[in-house]
């Protein structure tokens, strides 16, 4: 079910943070927040928990030992856009249009051999939008990637 609410956007993200810390270090990897001031988000929190855990995760698969993944959120408009963004393998530019569609689903091993059904991302996805929010992704093949999306600034 649904429910947008406002709350503080840094307060889930700490969460997320915790909660992956153990996945970053068994790989060395530095997993950080950086954010200019707090921010009220109107988004349903169960939604926003679970695009985070799974981006948060395939920025960690996706990174070779003692890399970084960053968390940032930047106030626009009307919205707020976070981005996940990682010192990882990237993804070449056909790769980048096939994963947000489910018809060309496929999966990559991450860089310690790590499993994934690359499903995750199409339900981050399918959350974003339900906010009305968009999700994209910049990358470049050993330079990283950076996955954006938005959400509403608080509810008026």
């Not at 980048?96 to 690359?118: P, Q, V």
Request: hydrophobic share 40%; glycine share 8%.
């Amino acid at each position: 079910m649904f429910r947008p609410a406002n709350f503080n956007f840094s307060d889930v993200v700490g969460e997320i943070i915790k909660l992956k810390t153990t996945q970053a270090k068994a790989k060395g990897i530095s997993l950080n927040y950086i954010s200019l001031d707090e921010m009220v988000v109107f988004a349903d929190e169960n939604m926003l928990k679970v695009i985070l855990r799974n981006l948060v995760s395939n920025a960690i698969k996706f990174t070779e030992y003692g890399g970084q993944v960053n968390i940032s959120a930047n106030r626009k408009q009307d919205c707020v856009e976070i981005s996940v963004s990682d010192t990882g393998i990237g993804m070449s530019k056909k790769k980048i249009k096939e994963l947000f569609n489910i018809s060309l689903h496929s999966t990559n091993r991450g860089t310690a051999n790590e499993h994934g059904s690359g499903l995750g991302l199409m339900l981050c996805k399918e959350f974003v939008d339900k906010h009305k929010g968009k999700i994209w992704v910049e990358s470049q093949v050993g330079k990283g990637s950076d996955f954006r999306f938005t959400l509403p600034l608080k509810n008026a």
